[in-house]
């Protein structure tokens, strides 16, 4: 993939360290579990992880609902074979495809998941990928489908110090918005309804926010 995007850890010789950097400065097993929870994943349902990793949460996703299809998006090539093979190891079908949040829909379809999930991916995006990613994101949503975002939302207090530890890896230009508490309001702009944070955990590296909203039109799901 040729246009730019910033690794899983700031730089691509890092990404061989990403699990367990995670683990050890994100408190990984509270945030996913709870992200999980939040996205309640069912049988039958399309489920699209943008900016999948090293596919972590995808795994998660699939083994908590054996029958839904989970699909994994990111445009880090090295990172999907790293996903892959954490799939193959658990045993689980997990369909991965390499390609920008911007392009979700262009490449996966208008309309055909019930909910999209993110976690750790929008605070390292530019401004205009943010907003692009979410416009795409409600795109490949179907009618009354579900968003879901777990991510460094904004930083109040001691949690602004701890962040930059991030910010140092990630930049600041692109991490100092999410830092603003910007991403609901993206999230609006993006034409999604019932935009909420639904809960903030601290960690050693920042406050990660989870975040739900609505595809604005009913549906079945
Ligand atoms: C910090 S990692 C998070 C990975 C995973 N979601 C997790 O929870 O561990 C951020 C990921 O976003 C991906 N990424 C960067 N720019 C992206 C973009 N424009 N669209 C989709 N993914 C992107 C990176 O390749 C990286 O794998």
């Known amino acids: 993939m040729t246009a730019s995007f910033t690794p899983a850890l700031g730089h691509a ?35 699209i992880d943008l900016g999948c990793g090293t596919g972590s949460f995808a ?47 262009a490449i996966l379809g208008d309309g055909v998941a019930d909910k999209m999930v993110s976690s750790l991916v929008f605070h390292q995006l530019p401004m205009e990928e943010k907003r692009r990613g979410l416009a795409a994101s409600l795109r ?21 110090l701890l962040f930059r530890m991030v910010q140092s890896l990630d930049g600041y230009e692109n991490t100092q918005p999410n830092a603003d508490g910007i991403l609901p309001r993206l999230i609006g702009e993006a034409g999604f309804t019932s935009v909420r944070e639904s809960s903030v955990l601290t960690t050693p590296t920042g406050s990660i926010s989870f975040y739900h909203a609505e595809h604005p039109h009913q549906g079945s799901v």
């Open 140 to 160: 490949a949503l179907k009618p009354g489908g579900t968003l879901h975002i777990a991510d460094y939302g904004r930083q109040a207090g001691p949690m602004r």
């Open 13 to 47: 010789a890092l990404s061989g360290l990403y699990d367990p950097a995670i683990a050890l400065l994100t408190r990984e097993r509270v945030w996913r579990a709870r992200l999980l929870d939040q996205v309640a994943p069912k049988p039958g349902e399309t489920i």
């Open 59 to 105: 795994v998660s996703l699939a083994q908590r609902a054996p029958g839904a299809r989970i699909i994994g998006l990111d445009p880090d090539g090295d990172i999907l074979r790293r996903a892959e093979a954490k799939a193959v190891a658990a045993g689980l079908d997990i369909h991965f495809v390499e390609g920008f949040s911007r392009d979700v829909a």
